[in-house]
């Protein structure tokens, strides 16, 4: 996958990527424009951009009624964004953040597979979780540096488990570390001694990355700790596409 994107970029070339996994037929499309890459869409996961929204503080009831009387539910992922932009209820930076950090999930798990099926599909174009054309090189830097740092502060947190599987339970709701951030508020409200971590994540819209710094913080703070392992099925996180470990 990687050898195709660095051919297209020097081509300077715009269009579609489509990286198929040939174990299970999962596919995840890569938008590029000019040789930039700037959507990454995971089939059968859609970042959970209203409930990031809320996580960071941005949605409150009185914005999320506004939201539900005009965009349908179905809808309202992917139409969240342009619907806050429009009210300015946050600037366009902090949202191009957001897609950003679900675009390095995704491609970061897209390159990860060993083997995938290719397709090229030129000219084809996208409106859904852009952001500006980054640099194939520049992105495949970022996204090894980003999975080194979290392998090795998870290791840190519980080493030989993984964050599909690892269970939280709240031990102090008061701790100092609780109200560190909008983003720790939130993730610390959906610990309940039953869910993963990645469930976690998915409820809140964050990606696994995010969570496991969260994660982290919260044990270090003497917030939570880990209450045991369980199975768990389907994609909570874009980093889990085409596989279920971590």
Known sequence: MAKV?????????????????????????IYMYEGGVYSV?????????????????????????????????SQRDHEVGKFAINRDWLPVDTLAAFHAEYLLAGLGAAL??????????????????????TAVEDLIAAIDLREERSQRIWNGVAPGSTTRETV????????????????????????DGINTVDEIA???????????????ALIAGGAAAIAGRKSVHGAHVPEDFASTSQ
């Open 168 to 191: 939280l339970r709240q031990v102090n709701v008061d701790a100092e570390i609780c109200a560190a951030s909008s983003e720790v508020t939130a993730f610390m409200k959906a610990v």
């Open 41 to 73: 869409q995971v089939e059968d996961f859609t970042p959970h951009l209203t409930n990031r929204m809320i996580a960071a503080g941005i949605l409150d009831d009185s914005r999320l009624r506004e939201l539900s009387a005009s965009v349908e539910q």
């Open 5 to 29: 994107m660095r051919s297209e970029s020097k081509k300077g070339w715009t269009g579609r990527l489509i990286a198929t996994d040939p174990a299970t037929g999962t596919s995840a499309a």
């Open 202 to 216: 998915g409820a809140c819209g964050f990606t696994r990355a995010e969570a496991i710094v969260i994660t982290a």
């Open 112 to 133: 990860s597979l060993s083997k995938s099926k290719v397709q090229v599909d030129p000219n084809e174009t996208t409106d859904q979780m852009c952001t500006l054309p």
